[in-house]
């Protein structure tokens, strides 16, 4: 299994501002992913970070509001830009276990709690 | 497309008592079918996984999940429910045949509560 480090766990913004959340992983990986879980909902993928190219969206959501930053095979940041309410959320950064990346299941972070006031 | 549906929001039962949680399914292809579990501000832990072979999976904790290709469900079980677990418990699929794009669609979610 791999163990992933995310920052901060928990962080309360003002509106407009954004804020990078980091996710470190004990071991190379070919893919991380963004999820975000807003209360009470399920995850949401926001986006794939593959090292050395940009990461790949999913549908409603944007680089410029979700940039992402894939430096090497174990770390990756998200930002939050100019952040609404409506931005409050559990992001969550997770990996692949495993060789086989179709069947390997992911390991997840243990998630960054946003609250924009 | 994939999809994945938790019919019930919540599951209530009694300590010592079986627990099934719902899951159905649909995809393009075969499924690769997963359990997580999200205890209270903390991040999703893996449970099990059904990729290919026995219908019957067994994971952490005691649990295990059938897998039932005719009706597209993949039900979560636990033989004697205990109130460590109570939590929020997520299905997950993805398609066995996007080679390349290893994305997952999880469900709503199922909050099971064990009463003592």
């Known amino acids: 299994s791999a163990v992933i480090s995310q920052k901060p766990s928990r962080d309360i913004c003002q509106r407009g501002t954004s804020l990078t959340i980091q996710c470190q992983v004990d071991s190379q990986v070919t893919m991380m992913f963004w999820y975000r879980q807003q209360p009470g909902q399920s995850l949401t993928l926001i986006a794939t970070a593959n090292q050395g190219s940009e990461a790949t969206y999913e549908s409603g959501f944007v680089i410029d509001k979700f940039p992402i930053s894939r430096p090497n095979l174990t770390f990756s940041t998200l930002t939050v830009s100019n952040m609404s309410p409506e931005d409050s959320s559990i992001y969550l950064c997770?990996?692949?276990?495993?060789?086989?990346?179709?069947?390997?299941?992911?390991?997840f972070g243990e998630g960054s709690r946003l609250t924009v006031l | 497309a994939q999809s994945v549906a938790q019919p019930e929001d919540q599951v209530n039962v009694a300590e010592g008592n079986p627990l099934t949680v719902k899951c159905t399914y649909s995809?393009?292809?075969?499924?690769?079918l997963f359990w997580y579990v999200q205890y209270p501000n903390r991040g999703l832990q893996f449970l099990l996984k059904?990729?290919?072979?026995?219908?019957l999976v067994k994971g952490s904790y005691g649990f295990e999940a059938e897998f039932n290709k005719s009706q597209t469900s993949f039900h979560l079980k636990k033989p004697s429910a205990l109130v460590s677990d109570s939590a929020l418990y997520f299905c997950a699929v993805r398609d066995a045949s996007n080679f390349g794009n290893e994305k997952l669609t999880f469900g709503t979610g199922t909050r099971l509560t064990i009463i003592p």
């Open positions: 995809v393009s292809g075969n499924p690769y």
């Open positions: 997770s990996v692949v276990g495993g060789r086989v990346l179709n069947t390997g299941e992911l390991f």
């Open positions: 059904y990729i290919t072979g026995d219908n």
